[in-house]
């Protein structure tokens, strides 16, 4: 079993940032693959930045490269997403995920991440 607790959203305006950080526990080999996705109302849940945690790779969406940064904090089990730069298009709620891998990023892997903690809420106002 895999446990994930997000923390970190809030209220920004444009231009502002902000750090998500998802504290994680439980079988390691679950998670692979971390990532964090979004979902705004009326919207389909997306991916926004994903990482592989043996360090082979991060993986962004085209809509929020150059301004989130993933990374992990290996020895505290600690997922973070930097955002900079937010934008109003920015406001989700924001969740971390863990699938045991091999695929981490990609066309289908949404479906591959069956470990999920409850969500930030991020609003971006303009």
């Known amino acids: 079993q895999v446990q994930l607790v997000e923390s970190g959203g809030g209220s920004v305006q444009a231009g502002g940032s902000l750090r998500l950080s998802c504290a994680a526990s439980?079988?390691?080999?679950?998670?692979?693959?971390m990532a964090w996705f979004r979902q705004a109302p009326g919207k389909e849940r997306e991916g926004v930045a994903g990482?592989?945690?043996?360090?082979?790779?991060?993986y962004y969406a085209d809509s929020v490269k150059g301004r989130f940064t993933i990374s992990q904090d290996i020895a505290n089990d600690t997922l973070y997403l930097q955002m900079t730069s937010l934008k109003p298009e920015d406001t989700a709620m924001y969740y971390c995920?863990?699938?045991?891998?091999?695929?981490?990023w990609g066309a289908g892997t949404l479906g591959k991440y069956n470990y999920w903690g409850q969500g930030t809420q991020v609003t971006v106002s303009s």
């Open positions: 995920a863990a699938n045991p891998g091999p695929f981490c």
């Open positions: 439980g079988s390691t080999w679950s998670r692979t693959c």
């Open positions: 990482i592989n945690r043996g360090g082979f790779g991060t």
